[in-house]
């Protein structure tokens, strides 16, 4: 980790980094809250060792060593240019000598010489290149890179987790603002979808090139007679590949003729031009010796050219061109293809049919165990006269990874917002872009400039989040026992997203000793809205109070209510609950009656002779349910609790419950308990991140008017606050070392501090 800041002004640029790099370690741990139980030695049985079961494994980095004193801030050749760089990639410098590939993986400061070679043959190329342009073309030879240190060989649309942040910068005569620009990639390891499907077909397609040209060396124009003869079938090896993908991504035949094998084409073709220019170029001798650097120059060449190549192009673009006509129907039969285990069959029977004979045992011996000179072993003399042994490994070296390094790396160099296969990486802000940016450790840069900075501001939003809908839940769990007639059960701790002090599958039970049975099913009922009567929050510390009281009586208006059977031990009667919906009127006065009339599953139900108590109410139930018992007069006694009425009653010799509760504003065949839960869901899905006003916390600095020596104070500042902050903290420090400061003025002047 590191820390690098830009300040722009019109006054000029500066550039602050420390001089501190970590190196950290990828160790696999087991996870102890996802994995299972440990068993001791015999416990899972006789003479078992001990062990975990279904362990669960997870990798962590840790910071194993820092170096300090390392340059993390450099300049492009002798131009008013400078950049800096943030992240944990490491960059590939490589080349084939004498037919062998001699491979380093370096840190920035080491890659930055191959930076300059590459943009001095391009400003060579093209003497007209802007600063712009140069920027670019630097960014570029980062992208390609990268990719070469941290691409696997095995395991396509992989690639090892790396960063790679740059923020960048410089003066030219063309404009008397500061021309900036910022290069974000970040990789976990996988692809996207549409990079890991072109990765793929690229990777296929370049092993049956390297199986096919080689036997066209001798021709005169041996790329021309290779792309007349066998371009075709390389092209149906990588198409079939891209059906396997996208049946394994599951797209549609319309999506995957439509839109995604015309990218495969377009990457092929490419790709295709890339080796004619390094053919072209290197000619066949020159394949035996040659720099990676060379690749990521044709490649950038061709990017900028639009892809174009006029000499090339007649030898290829008839083929791409008529490709989707001319295999209308192969296209067709692997695409239509919904099954991916069908679809890597077909794509196995294909392949078979094209890959080379296995090499014997007998030829491997030949070639004292080398692969690829067996391969070589089986060449015509006519071919092995011109393509020398140290070339054929050369070729299937750029085949094998350095075009399939800059290919990669080409695509994750995006420059457009809009594309549709990658997001992304390159960005210039607009001309008069005037501000401070920063990359690495940024934390306490932001919390004294912003009074926030994004990581905590991240896990607030989150906590707020977490509480909001804890709180909401706990609501519909208190709503929903007023509902069942139940006691709100106590919250059983902490809010969080959750909010349930209860299992889910816990069964609703009555209030006092009522109970539902094992009927898990939602009633009807729903508790008035917050404007309502019915409850009142009381004093702190007390208990709270309801006019549902034995004083205030029943509400007029529209009640709802459950009758259960609690049959006794010797009954032969099945538990059963019936719900039913009454109109209550309720007269109070020095009788204080009420009565109600209501239906229960198509049957009337009417209560008669309400008598409102001092400590108990009580009235007649008239009732016939299912034709289980007559139109008599049930007495019922209980009492109001603060969600409404539960009593008991006697059902011909078993015990009744009965609970109602008001539900005046509610449509009766309304499930209040699907209302709840659905209003949660939508709350949820509807709940913004929440972002604090820090207005009034961030700094206000005009920045147009800032002088360059002040521009450098707030940088070493800020700088040093970061690294102390580390030094009075109980942290691995992260930031440190000796602080290295540029200054880029509008006249071009590049100082070092």
């Not at 889910?504 to 009522?514: C, G, L, M, Y």
């Not at 521009?711 to 992260?734: D, G, R």
Request: proline share 4%; with cysteine; glycine share 8%.
């Amino acid at each position: 980790m590191t820390l690098c800041l830009r300040v722009s002004t019109p006054q000029g640029l500066v550039f602050c980094a420390d001089s501190l790099v970590t190196y950290p370690d990828r160790v696999e741990i087991f996870n102890e809250e996802k994995s299972g139980d440990w068993l001791e030695p015999g416990e899972h049985s006789p003479g078992s060792p001990a062990m975990l079961i279904n362990p669960v494994t997870e990798f962590r980095t840790f910071v194993k060593d820092t170096k300090q004193n390392v340059n993390k801030i450099c300049r492009v050749l002798d131009y008013p240019l400078a950049m800096t760089v943030a992240g944990t990639a490491s960059l590939l410098i490589s080349r084939v000598n004498d037919g062998t590939e001699e491979r380093t993986v370096v840190p920035f400061e080491s890659f930055v010489p191959i930076v300059n070679g590459v943009v001095a043959s391009a400003v060579e190329n093209n003497p007209e290149m802007t600063l712009a342009d140069i920027s670019r073309c630097a960014c570029f030879v980062l992208c390609c890179g990268a990719n070469g240190a941290n691409r696997t060989k095995s395991g396509v649309g992989r690639i090892t987790p790396f960063s790679l942040d740059i923020l960048g910068g410089g003066y030219s005569s063309d404009s008397p603002w500061p021309q900036i620009f910022t290069l974000n990639l970040s990789h976990r390891g996988q692809e996207s979808k549409g990079l890991a499907l072109l990765d793929a077909t690229c990777n296929t397609f370049l092993v049956n090139i390297s199986a096919n040209i080689p036997n066209h060396c001798s021709s005169v124009n041996w790329f021309a007679e290779f792309c007349d003869k066998d371009l075709k079938q390389c092209i149906d090896a990588a198409v079939v590949q891209a059906s396997v993908w996208t049946t394994f991504y599951q797209y549609d035949m319309e999506t995957s003729v439509n839109s995604v094998l015309p990218d495969v084409l377009s990457h092929l073709r490419n790709i295709t031009l890339l080796l004619g220019r390094l053919i072209k170029r290197f000619g066949i001798s020159g394949l035996a010796d040659f720099e990676f650097s060379e690749v990521i120059t044709e490649m950038w060449y061709l990017r900028n050219a639009s892809y174009r190549d006029e000499d090339l192009s007649a030898y290829i673009d008839k083929i791409y061109d008529d490709y989707m006509d001319d295999s209308s129907e192969y296209i067709e039969s692997l695409f239509s293809e919904s099954d991916p285990k069908i679809a890597r069959e077909k794509s196995e029977a294909f392949f078979e049919s094209i890959r080379p004979v296995k090499l014997s045992d007998e030829e491997l011996d030949t070639a004292d165990g080398w692969t690829w000179t067996a391969y070589y072993n089986r060449l015509g003399d006519k071919e092995k006269n011109v393509l020398s042994l140290e070339a054929y490994k050369g070729l299937n070296q750029l085949l094998f990874d350095y075009i399939r390094y800059v290919a990669m790396g080409d695509q994750h160099f995006v420059e457009n917002e809009n594309s549709a296969i990658a997001e992304q990486s390159y960005f210039t802000p607009p001309a008069f872009w005037f501000n401070l940016d920063y990359i690495g450790r940024s934390d306490v840069v932001e919390r004294l400039m912003n009074g926030m900075d994004s990581g905590s501001m991240w896990a607030m939003s989150s906590n707020i989040r977490t509480y909001t809908m804890g709180a909401c839940n706990r609501l519909s769990e208190i709503i929903s026992a007023g509902l069942d007639g139940r006691p709100v059960p106590p919250l059983a701790g902490p809010l969080d997203s959750t909010g349930s002090s209860r299992d889910d599958d816990t069964v609703p039970a009555f209030a006092s000793s009522t109970s539902l049975g094992s009927d898990d099913n939602p009633d009807d009922g729903e508790d008035e809205d917050d404007d309502d009567d019915y409850g009142k929050e009381g004093e702190q510390g007390e208990s709270t109070t309801s006019e549902l009281s034995a004083h205030a009586g029943f509400p007029s208006g529209q009640w709802s209510g459950f009758l259960s059977t609690n049959p006794t031990k010797d009954s032969i009667t099945e538990d059963i609950k019936t719900q039913f919906n009454v109109t209550i009127d309720t007269s109070i006065g020095e009788s204080s009656t009420f009565s109600g009339h209501g239906l229960s599953d198509g049957n009337n139900i009417e209560i008669e002779g309400g008598v409102i108590g001092t400590d108990e109410i009580s009235f007649e139930l008239k009732i016939s349910m299912e034709g289980r018992y007559d139109l008599a007069m049930y007495k019922v006694k209980g009492n109001l609790e603060e969600w409404g009425f539960n009593g008991t009653l006697d059902l011909e010799g078993e015990r009744g419950n009965i609970i109602m509760w008001p539900t005046s504003r509610m449509d009766p065949g309304v499930d209040t308990h699907s209302i709840v839960r659905d209003s949660l869901q939508t709350l949820n899905s509807e709940l913004e991140e929440f972002r604090p006003d820090l207005e009034g916390s961030r700094w206000n600095i005009d920045w147009t008017h800032l002088a360059l020596d002040t521009s450098v104070e707030l940088a070493l500042y800020l700088m040093e606050s970061t690294i102390k902050k580390q030094h009075f903290n109980s942290e691995v420090p992260t930031v440190g070392g000796k602080i290295k400061t540029v200054t880029i003025s509008p006249d071009g002047e590049y100082r070092e501090i």
